[in-house]
Antibody
Framework: QLQLQESGPGLVKPSETLSLTCTVS??????????WGWIRQPPGKGLEWIGS???????YYNPSLKSRVTISVDTSKNQFSLKLSSVTAADTAVYYC????????????WGQGTLVTVSS | SYELTQPPSVSVSPGQTARITCSAD??????AYWYQQKPGQAPVLVIY???ERPSGIPERFSGSSSGTTVTLTISGVQAEDEADYYC????????????FGGGTKLTVL
C-alpha cells in the first residue's frame, strides 16, 4: 500500500516561493499506474487541485495557478515536488500530496497534509 | 472556470438515508468521484467512477448518476458518517482535469 509524506517549511514570507516535497513509499514513483498530485485546502474551506505529474515528467496544472506552479519528479529519490511562486496570504493552506490511480481514476492515497502559512 | 455545485449542508437522523448531490455541465460525459473528510484528516475516497466502491468502504455508501447531477447516497447513516463530502470530476474540454466541488457538511442529528 502506498504511503505519502509531505515535507517542507511551515512558514513562508509573502512574495517568496513555497517549496514542498512528497516522499512516496510502498511503491515506485516510476510506475505507469499512477499520476502524482498536489491538492490544497485553505483553513475552513474546500479542496483545490493544484497540479499533477506523471513519472515521465508530463505535467498538468490548474489553469488558475498555472503561471505560479512548477511540479517536478525525482525518480532516484522516489519523490515529487511543488513550487508555488509569489505567494500571498491567500496561499495559506494545508497542502496534500496524493496518488492518482489510473485504474480507479481517483486520488486514492493521500499524505497527512502539511500546513503552510504565508506571513511576514 | 469550471465548477461542481454541492449543497453546503445536509442533515439526517441516525438510521435514515442521506443524499448529497453534485451538479455540473460535463457530468454526463465525465466520471464523478466522492471523498469523505473528517476534521483534521486527509480525504478518503468512498466512490469512484460514479458508482464503484473501493474495498474497505461500507456497503451503505453508494453513488449514482443522472444527467448533469451525481448523487452520493448513504443508507442507514451512522454517527461516524458525520463529515465533509466532496465530489470531484473534470470538464469536457480537458482544461480542468481535476476539479472539486465546494463540499457538503453532513450532520448526523
Amino acid at each position: 500500500q502506498l504511503q505519502l509524506q509531505e515535507s517542507g517549511p511551515g512558514l513562508v514570507k509573502p512574495s517568496e516561493t513555497l517549496s514542498l516535497t512528497c516522499t512516496v513509499s510502498g511503491g515506485s514513483i516510476s510506475s505507469s499506474s499512477y499520476y502524482w498530485g498536489w491538492i490544497r485546502q485553505p483553513p475552513g474551506k474546500g479542496l483545490e487541485w493544484i497540479g499533477s505529474i506523471y513519472y515521465s515528467g508530463s505535467t498538468y496544472y490548474n489553469p488558475s495557478l498555472k503561471s505560479r506552479v512548477t511540479i517536478s519528479v525525482d525518480t532516484s529519490k522516489n519523490q515529487f515536488s511543488l513550487k508555488l511562486s509569489s505567494v500571498t496570504a491567500a496561499d495559506t493552506a494545508v497542502y496534500y500530496c496524493a496518488s492518482f490511480t489510473m485504474v480507479r481514476g481517483a486520488f486514492d492515497y493521500w499524505g497527512q497534509g502539511t500546513l503552510v502559512t504565508v506571513s511576514s | 472556470s469550471y465548477e461542481l455545485t454541492q449543497p453546503p449542508s445536509v442533515s439526517v437522523s441516525p438510521g435514515q438515508t442521506a443524499r448529497i448531490t453534485c451538479s455540473a455541465d460535463a457530468l454526463p460525459k465525465q466520471y464523478a468521484y466522492w471523498y469523505q473528510q473528517k476534521p483534521g484528516q486527509a480525504p478518503v475516497l468512498v466512490i469512484y467512477k460514479d458508482s464503484e466502491r473501493p474495498s474497505g468502504i461500507p456497503e451503505r455508501f453508494s453513488g449514482s448518476s443522472s444527467g448533469t447531477t451525481v448523487t452520493l447516497t448513504i443508507s442507514g447513516v451512522q454517527a461516524e458518517d458525520e463529515a465533509d463530502y466532496y465530489c470531484q470530476s473534470a470538464d469536457s474540454s480537458g482544461t480542468y482535469l481535476w476539479v472539486f466541488g465546494g463540499g457538503t457538511k453532513l450532520t448526523v442529528l
